[in-house]
């Protein structure tokens, strides 16, 4: 059995239990209906997107530990009944992810996380969809190499533009894009951590070497002459393993200006998700809509240098 | 205590009796290279009896600081004059782990391509972590490297009972991806 922490003996030849303590799986959170598309990011709420209808609040088994977002969860899931160990797995690999957090009284049965957590190996190609909006980078794939988003599109189209407002850890916030715009994130910046391109398409790409200084990016397309785009086209994400994320453009309502995906890094992992919406407006009205309202703006389009 | 050719081992557990923390130090010099500086990237691969990572938690960097059981861990910052460092619990190393892999690589950036050719030095070295003193040291390793962006440094393989630490100074000039692929790491 695994000894109750609360009354177990200490372990000071564990020097890490003494300094480093493992964040307990946590019910399903505000991160994990995000992650399942059902919510907006728990820190930052976009306004403009009406709330989902929310599923009748769960009765939340625990005091969950709302501030630390364990997404890794399937991979060490708690058991939900206290499940009998297995002396032979006892003495050679201790069970950490039981120990150093002190656990509440034994809960009733967890609701088992409902977040669908879509991960991608290397070579597959994953669709997004309304229904399927999210996939989730592990932490390996969000900081290696770099990551290419790329508009592709026929010039049928019109003259659609890609760009993307993004907060850095540090606050700062603007827009990069190719089109008349800053291309690089930190503007002026000798590392950048996103560059805006255009080669046979559009494109943006992050550095993931720096992945730890992005917050949250929101990709948007644009017309650069405002006539209104017929949309098309494909809006695909190509992981450094090869992996490839594509998000079809059909479906958006006539316009000039849409929010095509937005990424997040939670807790290490890039949460990649579709949202597919047309803003009426410009640019400046995209990122407010996506709750980028730390930016300055010297038009509708472009934000002060 | 003399530096450790390529190829070379010890048998750390073996020699020092009691040894159980290792501390795996990292020191380079860049120069004028900032680009290069700010691209390398120090980390740990857990390998099975395959040689194999068993998954990417296998893998320990700046964006995963431990393994799994925590028995392979990436401190921040680096102690003891070191850049970067990797700690390793022996005892709590689960038994179907057989070797630690230590590797240096230069992140891919955008349109920056830099190569360990440009490194004036790198060498690693082994800390007991008891006292923070220094076991072994590895040679200079910088002076073969050519068109590399990536090295795999050393290893700490069981060896019977004991742990051994090998240097091994083992260039790849497909990168990182090149690593991942010989040793499973899923990109």
């Known amino acids: ?45 976009h306004p403009a997107a009406p709330a989902a209808p929310a599923p009748a609040p769960a009765p939340t088994p625990a005091p969950a530990a709302s501030a630390s977002l364990d997404l890794s969860a399937p991979a060490a899931p708690a058991p939900a009944a206290p499940a009998p160990v297995p002396p032979a797995q006892a003495p050679a690999s201790l069970d950490l992810s039981a120990a150093p957090a002190p656990s509440p009284a034994p809960a009733p049965p967890r609701q088992r996380a409902t977040h669908r957590d879509r991960r991608l190996s290397a070579g597959q190609q994953q669709l997004l969809t309304l229904k399927a909006p999210t996939v989730t980078l592990t932490r390996v794939q969000s900081a290696i190499g770099h990551l290419d988003i790329e508009a592709v599109c026929s010039p049928e189209v019109g003259d659609l533009r890609l760009g993307a407002a993004y907060q850095l850890a540090g606050g700062e916030s603007s827009t990069v894009q190719h089109a008349g715009g800053t291309r690089f994130a930190p503007p002026a910046s000798r590392r950048p951590v996103i560059v805006a391109g255009h080669d046979e398409y559009e494109n943006l790409r ?65 949460v990649i998700r579709a949202e597919m919406e047309t803003i009426s407006g410009d640019v400046r009205e995209a990122a407010r809509a996506y709750g980028y309202d730390r930016i300055t703006w010297r038009d509708d389009r472009l934000p002060v240098a | 205590m003399a530096e450790m050719k390529r190829g070379a081992n010890v048998a750390l557990t073996r020699e020092i009796p009691g040894l159980a923390g290792l501390v795996l130090g990292m020191r380079w010099n860049a120069g004028a290279e900032r680009v290069l500086e700010d691209s390398l990237v120090f980390a740990a691969v857990l390998c099975g009896a395959d040689g ?55 992140n891919e950036s955008p349109g920056q391509r830099r190569t360990l050719g440009q490194l004036r030095s790198c060498t ?64």
């Not at chain 1, 020097?15 to 820190?43: D, E, I, K, N």
């Not at chain 1, 086209?233 to 849409?258: D, H, K, M, Q, S």
């Not at chain 2, 401190?75 to 970067?84: K, N, V, Y």
């Open chain 1, 206 to 270: 992050l550095d993931l070497r720096q992945v730890q200084r992005l917050e949250r990016m929101a990709v948007y397309a644009f017309s650069e002459s405002r006539a209104p785009l017929r949309w098309g086209g494909t809006l695909v994400v190509t992981t450094f393993g090869g992996a490839r994320i594509e998000l079809p453009l059909e479906g958006l309502y006539e316009g000039t200006v849409a929010v095509l995906m937005s990424i997040y890094d939670l807790d290490g992992e890039l």
């Open chain 1, 1 to 45: 059995m695994t000894p109750d922490p609360a009354t177990a003996a200490p372990r000071p030849d564990l020097t890490f239990l003494r300094h480093r303590a493992r964040p307990r799986p946590s019910a399903p959170s505000a991160a994990a209906q995000f992650v399942a598309g059902r919510g907006p990011h728990p820190q930052h709420p």
């Open chain 2, 124 to 187: 690693i070295r082994v800390l007991d972590a008891r006292d923070r003193r220094e076991l072994v040291r590895s040679e200079e390793l910088a002076r073969a490297f050519r068109d590399e962006t990536a090295v795999v440094l050393g290893e700490v393989y069981r060896h019977g009972g004991d742990w051994k630490f090998k240097v091994l100074g083992q260039g790849y000039s497909k990168g990182i991806a090149g690593i991942a692929a010989d040793y499973g790491i899923p990109l």
């Open chain 2, 52 to 106: 194999r990572a068993r998954s990417d938690r296998d893998f320990v960097f700046f964006n995963q600081l431990a393994s799994p059981d925590d028995s392979v861990r990436q401190p921040e910052p680096a102690l003891d004059g070191d850049q970067e460092q990797i700690e390793i619990d022996l005892p709590s190393v689960p038994p179907e782990i057989d070797r630690v892999v230590v590797v240096l690589y230069v």
